[in-house]
């Protein structure tokens, strides 16, 4: 069965310090993958996607993230965190065409702790 | 603006009394699901619908009901709330038409539990 894995419950990171929250799926597939952003007390955002083309995306809030198909990864970075940045991190990954449910199949989560 | 709706945003109920919490979206999207979340078990999938009066069970469906009488509103009926079922709850929407690779709207997830 297809899975996705975030290897980190919750990283903390000092403000302004570099961040890359991991990400890595289990498939024999091609497929799309998704990081979304949920901030306090709100529901998730998309923050970026990869689709097909350059396997470096880059997405809202200065966050970006690579796709690497021999490691079957696709982990988020930003160079510079910010307070705002403060968010738990959710890695999901789409099977359609080859899923007609269009279903995603999301990670556990990861927290992002920012301290000052 | 472009938004998804779900009240109540909290609830607090006690085992066996039937519940609704609804959902409804202004985008015009096709399809619409719900999921619960869970500390460490991220985000399962409980229903989803790909149109009026087309739904299906996600992964964790035992316990819930739904209906889509109308594309806007998809309402998650508990018919006899039980503790397991205290989660944070969210609906979501999006326009399949580009096969998988739609952005999922998230509406603002509503908190219940189950004493």
């Known amino acids: 069965a297809q899975s996705v894995t975030q290897l980190d419950s919750q990283v903390p990171v000092f403000e302004e310090a570099p961040v890359e929250l991991r990400c890595n799926y289990s498939?024999?597939?091609?497929?799309?993958l998704f990081w979304y952003v949920q901030y306090p007390n709100q529901g998730l955002q998309l923050l970026l996607k990869?689709?097909?083309?350059s396997t470096l995306v880059k997405g809202i809030n200065g966050f970006e993230a690579e796709f690497n198909k021999s490691q079957t990864s696709f982990h988020l970075r930003k160079p510079s965190v910010h307070i705002s940045d403060t968010a738990e991190y959710f890695c999901?990954?789409?099977?359609?065409?080859?899923?007609?449910?269009?279903?995603?199949?999301w990670g556990a989560g990861t927290k992002l702790i920012i301290k000052p | 603006e472009a938004q998804v709706t779900q009240n109540p945003r909290y609830l607090i109920t006690v085992t066996g009394k039937k519940l609704t919490v609804t959902c409804s979206q202004n985008?015009?999207?096709?399809?619409m699901s719900w999921y619960r979340q869970d500390p460490g078990l991220g985000l399962r999938q409980i229903y989803y619908?790909?149109?009026?009066?087309?739904?299906d069970k996600g992964d964790v469906p035992e316990g819930y009901k739904v209906s889509r009488k109308e594309k806007r509103n998809f309402p998650l009926i508990l018919e006899s709330p039980s503790p397991n079922q205290t989660s944070l709850y969210f609906c979501?929407?999006?326009?399949?038409?580009?096969?998988?690779?739609?952005?999922?709207?998230f509406g603002p997830g509503t908190r219940l539990t189950v004493l």
């Open positions: 979501a929407s999006s326009e399949p038409e580009s096969g998988g690779t739609d952005t999922q709207y």
């Open positions: 985008m015009n999207h096709e399809y």
């Open positions: 619908s790909m149109n009026v009066e087309v739904t």
């Open positions: 498939s024999s597939v091609s497929v799309y």
């Open positions: 990869y689709l097909s083309g």
């Open positions: 999901a990954v789409n099977l359609f065409p080859h899923d007609s449910n269009y279903q995603l199949i």
